[in-house]
């Protein structure tokens, strides 16, 4: 790439007014228009873990308050294969659609495929829930987390893209712990209702005993304050 094409792709995240941080670097920004809605598509690199993540982003959402954030970590089989096995592709396009539906928005698309375990390992751990094993338990005996994720890369992105206080679209409670706890507000919780299949009601109920909450139950991070 040449130095003046370089200088093009930069001048178009500066005219957001983005700014690399120390722990978020920029990489372009492009229109992204889809079946749900019209988008903008910012393509990042996180010094945190060395990965590239996306930010879908609507409106020009930069430095606004309190407005709709979806965090998506990757599911390769269900967000590119539509795999029934989990509830990530409806999750993820649920979002979307909503998101479409707003003045502003954005979604964070994180690149920690299988909990945080990689592409292979999910496989394998695939493989063991087909010989009886819950999602978690298929982690553990791989000798991980039942969930290795961490939001924190999110937390950097959203900081980077001036966001301090969101209405979270999730049903997992440890997405709003991390984020309260690392200066991000979340002033409410969207759930999102995903109707279950012959293939993925024992990992919907695994997930609802792990402590995600599948109804319309209130969490912010209010909630933490009430209690202490």
Same mark, same amino acid.
């Given at each position: 790439m040449t130095e003046e094409i370089e200088k093009k792709i930069r001048k178009t995240i500066e005219q957001h007014k983005l700014k690399d941080t120390e722990l978020v670097h920029f990489g372009s920004i492009a229109k992204l228009p889809t079946q749900f809605g019209d988008f903008e598509i910012i393509g990042l690199l996180s $010094? @945190? /873990? #060395?990965?590239?993540h996306i930010a879908v #982003?609507?409106?020009? &959402?930069?430095?606004?308050?309190?407005?709709?954030v979806r965090i998506h970590s990757e599911c390769l089989t269900g967000d590119a294969?539509?795999? $029934? @096995?989990? /509830?990530?592709?409806e999750q993820l396009e649920a979002a979307l659609s909503y998101l479409a539906k707003q003045e502003f928005g954005m979604l964070v698309y994180l690149r920690q495929e299988g909990r945080g375990i990689g592409l292979f390992n999910k496989m394998k751990a695939y493989t063991l829930q087909e010989l009886g094993y819950d999602t978690n338990e298929a982690n553990e005996l791989l000798g991980f987390k039942a969930d290795e994720r961490s939001y924190l890369v999110a937390v950097d992105i959203l900081k980077a893209l001036k966001i301090e206080s =969101?209405? $979270?679209?999730?049903?997992?409670?440890?997405k709003v712990a991390e984020l309260c706890d690392s200066g991000?507000? =979340?002033?409410? @919780?969207?759930? =999102?209702a995903i109707t279950p299949n012959i293939y993925n009601v024992k990992y919907l109920s695994t997930k609802s005993e792990s402590g995600h909450l599948m109804g319309s139950? &209130? $969490?912010?991070c209010q909630? /933490?304050?009430?209690?202490?």
């Open positions: $010094l @945190r /873990d #060395m990965k590239e #982003m609507k409106g020009e &959402a930069i430095g606004k308050k309190n407005i709709p294969f539509t795999s $029934l @096995r989990c /509830d990530c592709r =969101v209405q $979270l679209i999730t049903n997992n409670p440890k991000i507000e =979340v002033t409410e @919780r969207i759930p =999102v139950e &209130a $969490l912010y909630d /933490d304050e009430e209690k202490n």
